[in-house]
Nanobody, 131 residues
């Protein structure tokens, strides 16, 4: 059974850093585009970053560019989201997800706008940025 498990969330002060991990079991992460999404209280789930399995391209939401970095460790079947210079607006539940979509024309910035195109989701990890 395909599963994703996130870890690494927590409480951090503004300006701090966290690294989220997304570990897969039952399937190979490197065969799929992977997305990081977040959901703040009272708001819709939004795509933060999506990484391609074909050309390794990565999309970042404008608000996190230059602060967040997505990477893959294929040996560990894990994707990471390094978050630096965290702000209170980054608070929310963070989810990783895998999409079954494939093909050279798949654009990460479009995929990240479409949570419905992701079929396997983790349980989420809470990130709270507060002083």
């Amino acid at each position: 059974q395909a599963q994703l498990v996130e870890s690494g969330g927590g409480l951090v002060q503004p300006g701090g850093s966290l690294r989220l991990s997304c570990a897969a079991s039952g399937f190979t992460l490197d065969n799929h585009p992977i997305g990081w999404f977040r959901q703040a209280p009272g708001k819709e789930r939004e795509g933060v970053s999506c990484i391609s399995h074909i050309d390794r391209s990565i999309y970042y939401k404008e608000a996190v560019k230059g602060r967040f970095t997505t990477s893959r460790d294929n040996a560990k079947n894990t994707v990471y989201l390094q978050m630096n210079s965290l702000k209170p607006d980054d608070t929310g539940v963070y989810y990783c997800a895998a999409s079954p979509l494939d093909g050279p024309g798949l654009l990460m910035f479009r995929l990240c706008q479409s949570p419905g195109e992701f079929s396997v989701w983790g349980q989420g990890t809470q990130v709270t940025v507060s002083s």
